[in-house]
């Protein structure tokens, strides 16, 4: 049982607050995924649960223990670095050992527990090698069986595929699931990259200047964003903004989108006159027959193909811009005149003075520990 | 002559003497027509920027020629190629602002203030660089420098624009929506672009034909559709695409009225000789062992197919992205819809002929690409 | 891969030659007279083709230097000693000490960190004879005027600051993550220090150690006011060369060659280090 609590933590670097009366809770065997844009205090959280940096303020439990005046050396994580951190100056095999050493294992004990890592993460033919030999991908292995060699109730990962190239990046998403799943540690894993963020978090917590401003399932961050931020942070392309005022009739709310009626479904009433922001994923926007109902006239201004996906940038006749996206093999329109239709289901309404998706129940101020 | 905007016709670059250096670029011919998009594609160290060096003047051809709008430039001045240029270090004069910056070339060509201002506020409109006009290059983040520095090549009228690495630093957020910006700007006014990327992702989305290039030696040059379709040789198809083609070694053999492909850990996959075409069939059979792959989108969940376990199953949004292991092996599939599957859960996988690409084994060579012949 | 036109290398060539004679004149001219008696060495015009004597060599060692004046007992070899002890004792007792103070100002910015370390290199700043009088006067006074702990202790001004600084800006340059990472290992921090940050900082430890040695052997002022003759280094010892009866050229040279193969053979042996250790320790401290 190794569950992680930070329960009020504060964390100040001279007059900035980097971490602002944080509070948090991971569950045991659970992948959280810190996300959020670089400075938004996801790695000084990291280094705050392994004791390399202390809080301000603030406690943080490691299995319900207090850790906090506990030194690194004593809190058995296992952390993995955005840059590696190997030691250049000993072998691969010798950087994977430092946690098997510092525990006192016997040279088999060690020497198996390398292996077994080692194998697992497919770098056994290149242990006798100094990091300076390795490539990049063996780097990044090097480190994360390092992290893991010890079997920590708790990992770390920060941003641990941040300097490897695409391919390999790619590669390693598709394999660390199934390696964190079968040590069964409680994992807190920092990324700026959204795609990483969905495929690997059990939650997510989407961090902003050192508060967390949402926390949650990858299915509720993508579909029920807390402002416009947010929706703007998940989703490749990105969401359309579009500044619409909703209006009601007979068939409920609606909102204009060059002269054409959308409706929306959704507990909307409130907003009939105000301000606000339509939120629309490009992938629920297709093209359409004249004849459809709502369907939207536009010109189609370029076409860019995107992994296996086609995004098709289109110009309303009052000229806003709109991105539609498809599967790629499936029919649309590469030039001249269109339509497009919106699924009034999945469209997002966003307060435009405060961003704040309408209805949105995740609207929790996570500042003061409250719960969500 | 050629109408061709640019010709690069027998080109060799060499770092170092003459043959004996360090051969950068080798005997490398690529025609360009006016108003299209071509993407130069590799990884570092390819020769793409050795190659759009080579055509903007900055480095010495070593043999062959270079013409751009049909005028032989290959020996000429920088300056007299009305080439643009956008830098990979974007490359901004410190001491100007913004605007000062992207109205350079055109206050030097002496164009009227009102036109220079008109062309200026179009083009900071489409980057989303409004803002941020009277500031100097120190005072603005990363991505704002490479719009800036993007702007300042696309604001000139020349027979041709390079733009090296030009949207790498761009924030994810407005990659998409500049991306179809830039690509409708350039189509509208007939420019010529030519990009230097390492990122497939980027050629894809905006080129219309793209040169692929490894260890200084283009590999293929065709459109985007065509090159993931049929890759030339197993570096394109591995190099372009995302996520990669799924690739595995194979022994070929033959029963009866059977084709299998079995992979080196005992899975076989058993085809109809019919599947294939006689050519493609009899290329086949010449061999004993090759190397297949197949596109994930290309992969399907089906009763009859092959049977593994999930590893991975990763919801992007818009995409799923599945992970199968099966005996001596594992794949990746791409599926558009919410696919929920539990770690560990059975499926079946099926390849498809029709999808299928045949490498040779030695030279990576591409033999075959469904039912047809390289 | 350069590709060079024969006139360029021929004036590399040329330039380098020059630039070498230049430097190396000095050297080699000493060197010479040190083989040479006084006689020779004052013919005018000098003269290059002579007969080489060891004569200098071995009054040196012998330590008896005949003079026209007589014989004088001089104490050369104690004084290469005393050299030798001093720099390395000196050297050691500051890697003991600057090493870790090194780390310390690294790693930890505590108040007033950067100003400890500034006033420590300011006295590398300040210049001897300043401070050369009232520490005479309080060295008699504690009783440690002409020994070689009061000596050490004074040499300390010379290598501290350097190894302090030097070491300090390749600690620096470690990054901290790698440390982390030790730690979090489950490493205690000696054990990191000790692992981790020595043998990563080595090449600057041990180039702050060469030049600070080589400082320490040069210095002539502290010890020619600190210690008088049977402590004193070959740097002051020379001065007995300069004798009622003449200036012994001869001696003299032998005697600074004797004194400067010690370093020279290091800086040649290390000067990859230092080279190194300089350029990457300064810039960044």
Known sequence: MASLELRNVVKRYKSQTVLDNLSLTVADGETLVLFGPSGAGKTVLLRLVAGVIDPDEGKIFIGGEDMTDLDAEFRGVGMAFQNFALFPHMTAFDNIATPLEANRSSQSAIKAGVQSVAELLKIGHVLSHKPRALSNGQKQRTALARALVGSPPVLLLDDPLRNVDAKLRFEMRLELPRLLADRGATVVYVTQDYKEAMALGDRIAVMSQGVIKQLGTPEQIYREPANIEIARLFGDPTINLLDVKPSRDAKGIYVGLSNVQVHLTGAYDAMVGRDCVIGLRPEALSFVDESTPSAIPVTVEAETPLNEKIVTLVRTVRGREILVSRPAGTPGQSEGRAHIAVDGKSALLFDRASGDRIGSKNVVNLRSGEAA | ?????????????????????????????????????????????????????????????????????????????????????????????????????????????????????????????????????????????????????????????????????????????????????????????????????????????????????????????????????RPANLFTGTFVGEPPMNVFEAYIGAAADKINLRLPDGLSLDYDKDAFSGAVRDELLKRERVVIGIRPYAVRRSKDGVPATVSANQWLGDQTHIAADFAGGSLVLVEHDRTRLELGAPINVSIDPKNLHVFDQSSGAAISHGMELA | MEHTSLLERILRGVALTLVVIFFMFPIVWIFMMSFQTNETILRIPPQLVFKPTLANYTALITGKLTTAAGTLDIAFMRNLWNSVFLSVTSVAVALLLGVPAAYAFARHKFRGSEDIAFTLLSFRFAPALLVLLPLTLYFQKLGLANTYIGLIWVYQLICLPLILWIVRGYFEDIPADIEYAYRIAGHSWFATFRKIALPLAGPGIAAAGLLAFIFAWNNFVFALVLASADKQPVTVGALAFITSSGIQYGQISAAIVLSITPTLALALYAQRYLVEGLSLGAVKG
Do not use: W
């Open chain 2, 1 to 229: 002559m050629s109408q061709s905007a640019l010709a690069i016709s027998g080109v060799d670059k060499f770092y170092g003497p003459i043959d004996r250096g360090v051969h950068a670029v080798q005997n490398l011919t690529i025609e360009i027509d006016k108003g299209e998009i071509v993407a130069l594609l590799g990884s570092s160290g390819c020769g793409k920027t050795s190659t759009l060096r080579m055509i903007a003047g900055f480095e010495e051809v070593s043999r062959g020629t270079i013409s751009v709008a049909g005028r032989k430039v290959h020996t000429l001045a920088p300056v007299k190629r009305n080439v643009a240029m956008a830098f990979e270090g974007y490359s901004l004069y410190p001491p100007l602002t913004v605007r000062e910056n992207m109205a350079f070339a055109l206050k030097a060509a002496k164009l009227p203030k009102s036109e220079v201002d008109a062309k200026v506020a179009s083009i900071a409109k489409l980057l989303e660089i409004e803002d941020i006009l009277e500031r100097y290059p120190s005072s603005i983040s990363g991505g704002q420098q490479q719009r800036a520095s993007l702007g300042r090549a696309l604001i000139r009228q020349a027979d041709l624009h390079l733009l090296d690495e030009p949207m790498g630093q761009l924030e994810p957020q407005l990659r998409a929506v500049l991306r179809g910006r830039i690509k409708h700007f350039i189509k509208e006014r007939g420019l010529t672009a030519i990009l230097v990327t390492h990122d497939q992702t980027e050629a894809n989305a905006l080129a219309d034909r793209i040169a692929v290039m490894e260890g200084g030696v283009l590999q293929q040059f065709d459109t985007p559709d065509m090159l993931k379709q």
